[in-house]
């Protein structure tokens, strides 16, 4: 039996190293992945709030969330590769002009 | 007792994964460890009955987006990160302050551990059922999804294959 | 139901029965890969040890214990260690859903056939196979070497893109079945119709099709000629195993034809009726018969499998490619609708 709280305390900490990650990394890769993170920990959020008020409505956001997780992660990393292209970085410090 | 335990290794697995994501400078590193964090994540969900959520997480999420992400890491051949000149300022704020503000929230939400606790399995999500409500009541949402799908699709042709170069073999489902 | 002590002894009773029994048909199933190979090519095959060469898996095994494990120097190592491991890992684990027989009494329990039976057992069998794409990819890019690179992402981007046709030729089994579970998958295929002819998937379901669309599926996820591009020794070296050398050689090689007999296993289950078959006699011979039927419907599989890496040419890559995404995914959603459309008449 375990209390509703601690779910959303392992959700809250998988946010906030996604957010974190987000912050100090400079790799455009990495920074891509803690947005997945943080998707993630949200997605314990709903599926432990489904359990709780026993609404299966829950369940199906977080199918909702990971196929927009997909569609956005599909783009994402051909903006990336078009970025590489052009620039031959992956560092985000170095991608803060509009001129190459 | 048991869903307490077990609640415990996979938590923690998740929180080391998470922060092993962050302490790796290598971004094929942090791409294993997110993909630990998915696995275990989808332990926290069968917990939680949601058995078809676990499947489609490990399916779709740990099989096939972090690949397209392990694709990307090898085809770029992203090496290590370098070093870069860390703050005193911030490390001296802001590591406490993080500290100080997820012990306040953790308090916070752990006060209300008087609501019912959670059971094992505690709302079965069976396929049938999800199957179900997802072509009956939520057909509107679903429907819009597989046209943002199919214009991902098209978005991620157009930026990654150019005419010069060959076929990208990361294509999206 | 079974207490809770029983079903754990029971259970584990049954893993290290699996695990040995898949280990034995891997070792053989190589020994008669090289046999029928080898006369379809017009010559022997293993004959020298033992008789019929039927000892030559025990010598490979051997060989491979004893022989130098060397790990080039400047791979990245904890991850050229670990996608071997990845990979037999995730071959041997899908064998934990797969139902080999019905429920046998023993010692007075009831103990079905099969080490675990969850609701949604063939999306286990998806997801492990999912995850085992990382063995790939992990091997061809540790191996910090162009051919192992390119072997493995070509691998792997094979792999992805037909898991994909693999599922959907799936969903019209699915929608006959009503049910994820593997038992009841087979369970609905039970009966005859015109007299004779049994209710298989195949046949009364009209999955003619979607077998076929799964067996090319299949085909390519395990890396078997026709679709072996990503290791053909002529193009790449040997692919992303190139740098390895021994036991984790002999671990992909394990995987490679663990996935195989998976793949033949969940074939049977889902288009073949399974473990069902005439069944007669005392209760011992009833208890074994549709194990033996199951094991013949399997081997029949690996024997295909096995004919056609002995027949056919293999693939170009882009002809690979475009085969699974512009013919087999198009075929697979039309069998879907079919099936939609053949269920919804019949009920």
């Not at chain 2, 001296?92 to 308090?107: E, H, I, K, R």
Request: hydrophobic letters at 55%; a neutral charge; one cysteine or more.
């Amino acid at each position: 039996m375990v209390p509703l709280s601690y779910y959303l305390v392992l959700s809250g900490i998988l946010f906030a190293c996604g957010v974190i990650g987000f912050l100090i990394k400079r790799n455009i890769i990495t920074i891509f992945m803690s947005i997945e993170l943080m998707l993630n920990g949200v997605n314990l959020s709903f599926v432990a709030f489904a359990a709780h008020w026993q609404r299966l409505s829950g369940q199906i956001f977080v199918f909702f969330v990971m196929v927009v997780a997909a569609a956005e992660a599909a783009v994402g990393l051909g903006i990336i590769i078009a970025v590489f292209r052009t620039r031959e970085t992956l560092n985000v410090d170095q991608v803060n002009l509009l001129k190459l | 007792m048991l869903h307490l335990i077990l609640f415990l290794i996979f938590g923690s697995i998740c929180v080391a994964g998470a922060v092993n994501l962050l302490v790796q400078r290598h971004p094929i590193s942090s791409a294993l460890s997110l993909v630990v964090v998915m696995a275990s994540l989808a332990v926290e969900y069968l917990l939680l009955g949601a058995e078809f959520v676990a499947a489609v997480q490990v399916i779709i999420y740990a099989g096939a987006v972090m690949v397209l992400f392990v694709f990307v890491i090898m085809l770029l051949n992203a090496g290590a990160e370098e070093r870069t000149q860390g703050s005193r300022v911030a490390l001296l704020l802001g590591v406490p302050g993080v500290l100080v503000g997820g012990v306040l929230v953790a308090w916070v939400l752990l006060r209300q551990s008087g609501t019912q606790p959670v059971a094992l399995g505690a709302l079965p999500g069976y396929p049938k059922i999800i199957g179900n409500l997802i072509f009956h009541d939520f057909l509107l949402p679903f429907e819009v999804t597989s046209i943002l799908i199919l214009i991902a699709i098209m978005g991620a042709v157009v930026l990654a294959g150019q005419p010069a170069t060959q076929s990208q073999p990361g294509e999206e489902r | 139901m079974l207490s809770t002590e029983v079903f754990i002894v029971a259970s584990l009773v049954k893993i290290v029965i699996a695990i040995l029994v898949l280990l034995t048909a891997v070792a053989y199933s190589v020994w008669l890969e090289r046999k029928v190979v080898g006369h379809i090519q017009n010559r022997w095959g293993p004959t020298r040890v033992g008789p019929f060469g039927l000892l030559q898996p025990l010598a490979d095994g051997i060989k491979f214990i004893v022989k130098e494990d060397l790990t080039p120097p400047h791979v990245y190592k904890p991850l050229f260690i670990a996608a071997p491991m990845i990979a037999v890992t995730c071959a041997l684990t899908s064998i934990s859903v797969i139902p080999i027989g019905n429920w046998i009494t023993v010692f007075g329990y009831h103990i079905p056939l099969q080490i675990t039976d969850v609701n949604t057992g063939l999306l286990v069998v998806l997801g492990v196979t999912s995850i085992g794409v990382y063995g790939v990819a992990l091997a061809g890019w540790s191996s910090n070497n162009k051919y192992s690179l390119l072997g493995g992402l070509r691998a792997s981007a094979q792999m992805v893109s037909y898991e994909i046709a693999l599922g959907l030729s799936l969903v019209g089994v699915l929608i006959l079945s009503g049910s994820f579970s593997l038992r009841d998958i087979v369970n609905a295929q039970a009966g005859t119709f015109w007299g004779f002819i049994p209710r298989w998937n195949v046949f009364y379901g009209c999955q003619f099709f979607a077998f076929f669309i799964y067996l090319m599926a299949a085909y390519a996820e395990t890396n078997r000629i026709p679709f072996d591009l990503p290791e053909a020794e002529t193009e790449l070296v040997a692919g992303y195993h190139t740098e390895y050398s021994a036991m984790k050689f002999a671990m992909f090689f394990m995987a490679e034809y663990a996935n195989m007999i998976t793949v033949a296993c969940l074939a049977t289950l889902l288009f073949l009726g399974g473990w069902r078959g005439p069944v007669f006699g005392p209760p011992l011979l009833q208890a074994l018969l549709p194990v033996f039927w199951f094991v013949a419907k399997v081997f029949v599989f690996m024997f295909i499998y096995i004919w056609v890496r002995g027949t056919l040419p293999r693939f170009r890559y882009d002809q690979l490619m475009a085969f699974g995404w512009k013919f087999l995914l198009p075929l697979a959603i039309a069998n879907l609708l079919i099936t939609g459309f053949i269920v919804a008449y019949r009920s």
